[in-house]
Structures are given as structure tokens and as C-alpha cells.
């Protein structure tokens, strides 16, 4: 710890205690970007990770807290030669089609009114645009930019989507598991609860639970909020959007792991993609560039401050800070390179991306795809964490359903923030706006702008 007591930044400072019978002394974790900038990889996620989101989880080296598993970076050299050739790219977009994007942007900006946001389009391994737009802090007059960190909302399920990959690919648990092997008292299994369809009801609005104040120490005590509640349905019957799924899910990674859900998403998840500015949200910490969060007041004519909010109930499903970059390098590597396998195997992501079945209360071996058809023809379902667009769903000699993916996405609103992932693997697009803003049309922005490289590229 002497480079970290060495350092003389005019930084907060927050002391933590090594519960480690050898550690007398308290450890000072100087919580600052210089800290993100110097020390990359190891001594961050092996000192920082383990003191601020997982206490619990240390053990004894050199006085330091360290994590009781050795880290695993999967293909980590070509995750970074990756990195480099898609931020290396020469842009060969036609100026037309970002002058296009732009002047849509600003033209939402004004009919919306939103006061910011932050974009990111990739393309075919070319960074098309990586910027912002507007103000991440209207009093300060702090413009947005591509490192602006937003609430990303309920694009924090296919984060969650992937660290049941992760577990998924190692044989620690298979999807039909029934959760009450491990922390749930319903009968119902872990697919149900990823793919909505286990009836565990949503928020709550007569105890406002989607504005909770109340900190919540692990995903197990969050459980309370809803654990006694009657399901709405049979399991595997119907949809029904549920984010308190995703707080069982992480509840069950939990258990599985041992370690706390933030502390497995960084080490599994965000360190191997180098998703450099993606965390668990926490009011405190000293977090660069995050943005300021608004809304409309009641009378919906000016724009106020969102309310403060703490979002511990709901890590897994929608308690994520990140950048548009960083969303959007996820998608591109996890769908787009899904065959150069860079994080977790081709047959795996397809299970994550498979579409939801309808259980026949009759006959529980019969199943049929819940699909819902658009106006315009298209075939919606929803997979592990992903509502997905597909042309068409056939068998295979085996029996397997093979399902043919055109678009995978996400959508997601919080207080005082909305956003996007949109991933189409057939162009190699990926589109991910994130804004600053609780009521902003994201999805309609995102399948605008992605209409427009499409018809200009």
C-alpha cells in the first residue's frame, strides 16, 4: 500500500479495516482518476475492487486485501489488439452521415429537451462516432462527451446476462436450474427469472420502490422487498416484465460465487473487456465524469433535479453507471465477434440470445416460442437479458431450435436517465445513445439513427 500512501493528491479518502486477523493497520484507498489512469488492471481490481465492493472477500498478502480467486482475462491480448484496431481506424463514414446523425440529435434535443447525451456508433470495425452532445451539468455548464457516465438503467440486465454466461460456461449452473437450490423460496428457474416469464411482480408504485432510498447491503436483503408476494402467474406461462428478477438472479450469483455481485461483475465481466468506466452505482464514491441526473417538474414546463435515489435493490437489473463507449465495445465483442469467441463461447452467447418458450401448463414437457409480431412484420421474443429480433426460428436434426438473429437490444429508464444498445450482427452495427434525461424516447432515436448509417454507408 505505499504507493497509494505515497501519493499527495488533494483526494477523498476513505479508510478501510482488513478483517484479516494479520492486518492491524487501516488501509488508506485514495479514491481518485489518478488511481484509474496509473494503476491498470491488477493493482486496481486486486486492492481496489476487493476494499471498496467486496470487504468480505480478503485475505492476507503484503498487508494489501487481495482476492480470494485468481482473475481470469480470457483472450485478454486479442481483446486489446481489438481495442486498438477499432480506435485506430481511420473513419471512412461519409461526412454526410455524421453531419446527419448530429443534425438529428440536436433536432430530439430540442423537440425532447433533454439536456445531454452521449453516443456511440461502431460499424463494420470503424468507430463511426464517439461523442457528446449538450450538457452532462446544466449549472456548471459541463459539456457531455464520449466519457460522460450515465445511468444505463435496465441495459444493466445484459451485463447480468453475461456474468450467467460466465458461470453458465464454467458448469457452476445451467439455465433450468430451479433458484431454490440456491437463495429463492420460489419454484422457478433461473431461465424464467432471466427471461421475465417467472411471475415475480415489479416495482411496487404505492411504496414508490422505483425512487428507493433505502440501502440495501447485499442482493439476498433486497430480496425482503418482494420475497412474500405472490407470483402472478405460473411459471413459464406468461411475460411479465419484472426488474426484481434480475435482484434474484444476483442474489444466486451471489450464492454460487461467494462474493459479493459487483465484485464478480468487475472481475469477470468488466475488468476482461476493459470496460474501464462501468461500475455498480454508488452515491459516494468520487466517480470522473459522471453525469448529473434531471427530469420535468410536475407541470412538466422546465427541467429540475432527478431526486436522489440508491439503487441497491436493483444492482443486476438496473443499478449500472457507464459510458456509451464502454456499452457499446461490450455489445460489438459479446454479438458482433461472437465467433472469434473473445469472452465467452459462440454456443453460449446463442443461449443467452434464444428467445423465450411458453410453458404448457398441460403437458410440461410441450413448449412453444413466445414471439410477439410487430405492425411491420418483424418477430420480437426475449431472451436472457436481451429483447431480440429474429427472421425466423427452425429445427435442427437433433431437435434444437436454431434461431436466426437480426437484431439484439436493450432499452432502459431510470431517474434522471434513458438509454439504448442496439445490435444488429448482419451489418455489424452497434448504436448505444445514453442521455442524462428520465423521459426521453431512446428507442426510437437509436432505431433512427441506425436507419440512417445503414442508408448512408
Not at 411479465?240 to 455481485?261: D, M, P, R, W
Not at 461483475?265 to 461500475?279: A, G, I
Not at 452505482?281 to 436522489?308: G, V
Not at 461472437?338 to 410440461?364: C, F, G, S
Request: glycine residues 6%; contains cysteine.
Amino acid at each position: 500500500m505505499s504507493n497509494f500512501k505515497s501519493a499527495k493528491l488533494k483526494s477523498q479518502v476513505i479508510r478501510v479495516k482488513c478483517k484479516h486477523k494479520k492486518c492491524k493497520e487501516r488501509s488508506n484507498i485514495l479514491k481518485d482518476e489518478m488511481i484509474f489512469k496509473t494503476y491498470r488492471l491488477v493493482n486496481i481490481f486486486k486492492i481496489f475492487t476487493n476494499s471498496v465492493f467486496s470487504r468480505r472477500n480478503c485475505l492476507h498478502k503484503g498487508g494489501a486485501p487481495v482476492l480470494k480467486k485468481t482473475l481470469q482475462f480470457p483472450k485478454i491480448d486479442r481483446l486489446r489488439a481489438l481495442k486498438r484496431e477499432l480506435l485506430s481506424a481511420p473513419d471512412t463514414a461519409p461526412s454526410g452521415c455524421v453531419e446527419a446523425i448530429r443534425d438529428y440529435l440536436w433536432l430530439q434535443k430540442q423537440l425532447v429537451g433533454f439536456p445531454g447525451c452521449s453516443i456511440t456508433i461502431i460499424h463494420k470495425n470503424r468507430v463511426i462516432m464517439n461523442e457528446g452532445l449538450g450538457y452532462i451539468d446544466l449549472e456548471n455548464r459541463v459539456a457531455a462527451t464520449s466519457e460522460s457516465v450515465y445511468r444505463i438503467a435496465s441495459i444493466s440486465k445484459t451485463l447480468t446476462s453475461t456474468a450467467l454466461g460466465v458461470l453458465l460456461y464454467r458448469k457452476q449452473l445451467q439455465l433450468d436450474d430451479s433458484i431454490t437450490k440456491t437463495q429463492s423460496k420460489y419454484d422457478i428457474t433461473i431461465r424464467q427469472c432471466a427471461s421475465h416469464t417467472s411471475g415475480i411482480r415489479h416495482y411496487n408504485p404505492k411504496s414508490n420502490e422505483f425512487l428507493s432510498q433505502t440501502r440495501y447491503e447485499s442482493s439476498k436483503q433486497a430480496l425482503k422487498i418482494f420475497e412474500k408476494d405472490p407470483l402472478l402467474f405460473v411459471p413459464g406461462t406468461n411475460f411479465y416484465y419484472s426488474t426484481y428478477n434480475y435482484t434474484v438472479l444476483s442474489a444466486i450469483i451471489e450464492s454460487i460465487t461467494k462474493q459479493s455481485f459487483e465484485s464478480f461483475l468487475q472481475t469477470q465481466v468488466f475488468c476482461p473487456l476493459q470496460m474501464d468506466h462501468t461500475y455498480c452505482e454508488y452515491h459516494s464514491p468520487i466517480i470522473p465524469h459522471r453525469s448529473k441526473q434531471y427530469k420535468r417538474n410536475d407541470s412538466h414546463t422546465q427541467l429540475i433535479n432527478a431526486p436522489f435515489v440508491d439503487n441497491s435493490n436493483k444492482f443486476a437489473g438496473g443499478g449500472v453507471l457507464s459510458t456509451s463507449w464502454d456499452i457499446a465495445w461490450f455489445g460489438h465483442v459479446l454479438i458482433n465477434r461472437m465467433d472469434d469467441e473473445l469472452l465467452l463461447p459462440k454456443d453460449v452467447v446463442l443461449q443467452l440470445l434464444a428467445p423465450y418458450k411458453r410453458q404448457n401448463i398441460d403437458n410440461k414437457d410441450s413448449s412453444e416460442n413466445m414471439l410477439l409480431t410487430s405492425k411491420d412484420g418483424k418477430k420480437y421474443g426475449y431472451g436472457i437479458g436481451w429483447k431480440v429480433q429474429i427472421s425466423d426460428v427452425c429445427k435442427s436434426a437433433n431437435g434444437d431450435d436454431i434461431v436466426y438473429l437480426l437484431e439484439a437490444s436493450h432499452s432502459g429508464g431510470a431517474c434522471g436517465g434513458s438509454s439504448f444498445l442496439l445490435v444488429r450482427p448482419k451489418e455489424q452495427l452497434v448504436v448505444c445513445i445514453m442521455i442524462n434525461f428520465d423521459d426521453a424516447p431512446v428507442t426510437a432515436i437509436a432505431t433512427q439513427i441506425a436507419q440512417i448509417v445503414e442508408s448512408l454507408i
